[in-house]
């Protein structure tokens, strides 16, 4: 399956400070990346919908000021906290799917998440 | 009401065991329906995409689709220790294909 490459897999920054999540798609193109939040024991919440070339897509709740979304190529989106705190300590996850002869397929390959503790 | 249900477990089988994990769901617009197992500390991994109603099967792991009552299942047979991990559902309608609706998973722990 498509790989999906996500760096770094853990990070420890102190509070205030802004932190950069890449996630690369490293054998296919991705038009569309996803970034999503895990809270122990629960399931992935969708943050934002990243498309290559244009702004991002924000869930409602979450503040796009201070997560902030650049898909610069088909192959690289980044996320960066802004003015991290120690609510934002979380496990955040991309994924992205393949377009294939026009149709974007909903299965989604991840990355291997990124571990924020913000201290 | 959340649009996807699944039961958070634990589930806790014997190695060699059957296990069924299963979602439902209120959102008749799913087309797409995928299983994703995930370890811990881990991105989800996918394991198994059907569309619409039906089976699919792919070696030890099959997959059921029910449309008519909002129920989907995935069934592990011949469980190994190495399947034990927490398994998302995860749902898609077709005219927004790739932003999918994820269940809360279910832990599973098979004990050798």
């Known amino acids: 399956g498509a790989v999906v490459s996500q760096h770094p897999s853990r990070v420890i920054c102190k509070s205030g400070t802004s932190v950069k999540i890449e996630c690369r798609s490293l054998d296919f193109q991705a038009t569309t990346m996803f970034w999503y939040r895990q809270f122990p024991k629960q399931s992935l919440m969708l943050m934002a919908t990243?498309?290559?070339?244009?702004?991002?897509?924000?869930e409602q709740g979450v503040e796009k000021d201070k997560f902030l979304i650049n898909h610069a190529s088909l192959t690289l989106s980044t996320l960066t906290v802004t003015s991290a705190h120690p609510e934002d300590s979380s496990f955040y996850i991309c994924?992205?799917?393949?377009?294939?002869?026009?149709?974007?397929?909903?299965?989604?390959?991840f990355g291997q998440g990124t571990r924020l503790t913000v201290v | 009401q959340k649009e996807v249900e699944q039961d958070p477990g634990p589930l806790s089988v014997p190695e060699g065991a059957i296990v069924s994990l299963n979602c439902t769901y209120s959102?008749?617009?799913?087309?797409?329906f995928m299983w994703y197992r995930q370890y811990s500390r881990k991105g989800p991994e996918l394991l198994m995409y059907?569309?619409?109603?039906g089976n699919k099967e792919d070696g030890r792991f099959t997959a059921q689709v029910d449309k008519s009552s909002k129920y989907i299942s995935l069934f592990i047979r011949d469980s190994q220790p190495s399947d034990s991990a927490t398994y998302l559902c995860?749902?898609?309608?077709?005219?927004?294909?790739?932003?999918?609706?994820f269940g809360d998973g279910t832990t599973l722990t098979v004990k050798p």
């Open positions: 994924s992205a799917t393949l377009r294939f002869r026009g149709r974007v397929d909903p299965e989604a390959f």
């Open positions: 959102n008749s617009a799913f087309q797409y």
């Open positions: 059907t569309y619409s109603s």
């Open positions: 995860a749902m898609s309608a077709s005219t927004n294909a790739g932003k999918s609706t």
């Open positions: 990243s498309n290559e070339g244009s702004k991002a897509t924000y």
